[in-house]
């Protein structure tokens, strides 16, 4: 049971756009930025977005994020067959047992 | 270019000890946050720990803690994680990552799979 929550899957065609959600609490999200992160079938993470809505270098504009209150989302646009991966939030937590917390994943399928 | 390499493959019965490795390079290595992430089977991410090479500050997940080591030697830039003694349950793979501030990773090792098994 993973501390924040996210939908186990999305789909769209290619060239729609994709949300995911990530719902944490008062210590985790509520307090933290969020951060996300694209898994590629068989490869390392990467970071995707950070401080809830900035993109590293060479990351493209199709992908924002936003967060509100206890809750952030993911937005892909223009979606393309690459973009066929599970996606992670993470942030960290304040609560007793201190530390970055991930949500379950999201598999994003291109139909 | 910052870049973190970990060690290869490594298979394991139960009981047994064990050291992965994460060599880095491309920055400033006491500077930042360096840690260890697990994925299980077919499972998500979880947290297992973060060292400052700077102070050797280390902070672990309750989950791991008591279980496995965490470490670091600025002569090598590298970090390590370690187990005295493992079980099947700790079958995973295990990513090193940079931690920029405690609560993101910017730059990911390519993992180490350890296999425990009798």
């Known amino acids: 049971q993973s501390v924040l929550t996210q939908p186990p899957s999305v789909s769209a065609a290619p060239g729609q756009k994709v949300t995911i959600s990530c719902s944490g609490s008062?210590?985790?999200?509520?307090?933290?930025?969020v951060s996300w992160y694209q898994q590629l079938p068989g490869t390392a993470p990467r970071l995707l977005i950070y401080?809830?809505?900035k993109r590293p270098s060479g990351i493209p504009d199709r992908f924002s994020g936003s967060k509100s209150g206890t809750s952030a989302t993911l937005g892909i646009t223009g979606l393309q067959t690459g973009d066929e991966a599970v996606y992670y939030c993470g942030a960290w937590d304040s609560s007793l047992s201190a530390g970055l917390v991930f949500g379950g994943g999201t598999k994003v399928t291109v139909l | 270019e910052v870049q973190l390499v970990q060690s290869g493959a490594e298979v394991r019965k139960p009981g047994e000890s064990l050291k992965i490795s994460c060599k880095t390079s491309?920055?400033?290595?006491?500077?930042?946050?360096i840690g260890w992430v697990r994925q299980m089977p077919g499972k998500g991410l979880e947290w297992m720990g973060i060292i400052h090479p700077g102070d050797s500050d280390t902070r672990y997940s309750p989950s791991f803690q008591g279980h496995v080591t965490i470490s670091a030697d600025n002569s090598f830039s590298t970090a390590y994680l370690q187990w005295k003694s493992l079980k099947a349950s700790d079958t995973a793979i295990y990513y090193c990552a940079r931690f920029p501030d405690t609560s993101m990773i910017d730059y990911w090792g390519q993992g180490t799979l350890v296999t425990v098994s009798s």
């Open positions: 008062r210590s985790n999200i509520g307090i933290s930025h």
């Open positions: 401080d809830n809505d």
């Open positions: 491309g920055y400033s290595f006491p500077s930042f946050w």
